[in-house]
């Protein structure tokens, strides 16, 4: 609400005059005869003004000012003065007050007042929130590594679907990451201090499922001793994602299904149910719905699941993110063994480039620790060809070349030009067929 206004006064008659001025006016109004009542209930980003008296019982308005102050240096506080206090406001605007009035003031000087600080307040609150979106997009970028056309548009849409509470489907093939995108969904959102619960809906015996998923009261089966959270419970008020969630057996699908429907569940051995508010992000390697039309899986259920979809490339369809994320990984690898990683020769990284990649992310990653270990040559860490063409194996070297250019020199287009020794025409081509664009390489205030 950028039209509130929190009032603060000891005087019924001033709260009442106040309250039916603002009220006539559009004003959401709230409030309160103590000050140390405003600061107990005052919520964190409150989005509009404190109006306050100088004078009260308790703690008066120049110490509410300092502890407001305290909390959000932003947040506008206007003063409401005697005339004997006047001087004392004028000190007061001097460390932090947007405003005073000394009373008996005027609606219209009220009002005034009060719609120039909530304009402030509006700006004040917008320019956070895009700071925010900022921060947070840096920090998606060094957690969702890559510069191909795929990674960004995957960045966005965690970036558009963290903040909804929706869940949401992951399609990808083994190893490409699905359980890195659902942290990020959970990390960017507003469950981010809640738990995020994994569990692999493949690593369960079927007879072990229900108690895993549901958890079980003492007694419940033979071997059940002590009562047992389950899953759903634990991640309550936070995240549960289930990999591989088409390895569900059938029955606990059903019961999984009531759940997301009613947001309640009952322990195995249980009677009474349980309330639990929980965002369920799952990840699949097959078409659930093609799964279900075979009658492994219940279609219901999948679109329960899928009310918002991610599909995540294999690493083989998005060749130019392979020498970024070898790099990441190899030195990563380098850093936790106490060695030094050397960049790959140009034969290592032909041969990056033009391998399958069948492990994805996951065998990108294992080759990288080879390598920092020095034992990529030894065990052949990625010299499989695929039969891939020489024009299409050109092209990504092309691709990560500019990509490298233009990451040294921070998007300066000139300083590219020189290095690579390319007409100004030929590097635009290059960089459109290539999807890079240099905003993408500009150096960041901060970093």
Not at 194 to 213: D, G, R
Not at 375 to 393: F, K, N
Not at 404 to 417: C, M, Y
Request: charged share 25%; with cysteine; hydrophobic share 45%.
């Amino acid at each position: 609400m950028l039209n509130a206004v929190i009032v603060v006064d000891d005087e019924a008659s001033i709260r009442t005059a106040v309250q039916q001025w603002l009220s006539l006016a559009g004003f959401e109004v709230q409030l309160f005869e103590r000050a140390e009542a405003c600061l107990a209930q005052l919520p964190e980003h409150f989005p509009g003004v404190i109006l306050s008296d100088v004078r009260m019982p308790g703690m008066g308005g120049l110490q509410l000012l300092e502890q407001l102050q305290g909390r959000d240096a932003d947040l506008p506080v206007i003063l409401l003065t005697g005339h004997g206090d006047v001087p004392m406001a004028v000190e007061a605007m001097r460390n932090g007050a947007y405003d005073f009035l000394e009373k008996p003031f005027s609606p219209d000087s009220l009002l005034g007042s009060l719609r120039r600080a909530l304009e402030k307040r509006q700006l004040v609150l917008e320019n956070r929130r895009l700071h925010e979106q900022a921060d947070l997009k840096v920090r998606l970028e060094n957690t969702l590594l890559g510069m191909s056309p795929g990674l960004q548009q995957l960045r966005r849409q965690v970036l558009d679907l963290a903040g909804l509470p929706v869940n949401v489907l992951i399609r990808g093939e083994t190893g490409s990451g699905k359980e890195r995108v659902a942290r990020c969904l959970h990390d960017f959102g507003p469950r981010a201090d809640k738990p995020f619960v994994a569990l692999n809906c493949a690593a369960i015996p079927e007879q072990l499922f229900e108690a895993e998923l549901f958890g079980h009261e003492s007694g419940a089966f033979t071997g059940a001793q002590g009562k047992r959270i389950g899953k759903l419970e634990y991640a309550n008020g936070g995240t549960l994602f289930l990999d591989e969630i088409e390895s569900m057996p059938l029955a606990q699908q059903a019961k999984l299904l009531r759940v997301i429907q009613e947001h309640k569940l009952e322990r195995l051995g249980a009677n009474q149910s349980i309330s639990v508010d929980l965002r369920i992000i799952a990840a699949t390697k097959p078409d659930l719905l093609l799964e279900a039309r075979a009658g492994r899986f219940r279609e219901d259920l999948a679109y329960r699941l899928n009310v918002a979809e991610l599909r995540l490339a294999p690493l083989r369809e998005r060749r130019e993110d392979i020498p970024l994320l070898f790099a990441h990984f190899a030195r990563a690898a380098a850093e936790r063994l106490g060695r030094s990683a050397a960049d790959p020769s140009g034969a290592q990284l032909g041969r990056l480039l033009s391998h399958d990649w069948p492990g994805n992310v996951r065998e990108l990653a294992n080759a990288a620790e080879r390598h920092a270990l020095g034992l990529d040559d030894a065990q052949s860490a990625a010299v499989a060809h695929t039969g891939q063409s020489l024009a299409a194996q050109q092209e990504a070297f092309e691709a990560q070349c500019l990509r490298a250019a233009l990451s040294r020199h921070q998007g300066d287009i000139k300083a590219v030009l020189e290095e690579l020794q390319l007409p100004r025409r030929t590097l635009n081509e290059k960089m459109q067929r290539h999807a890079l664009v240099r905003e993408d390489f500009l150096e960041r205030p901060g970093q």
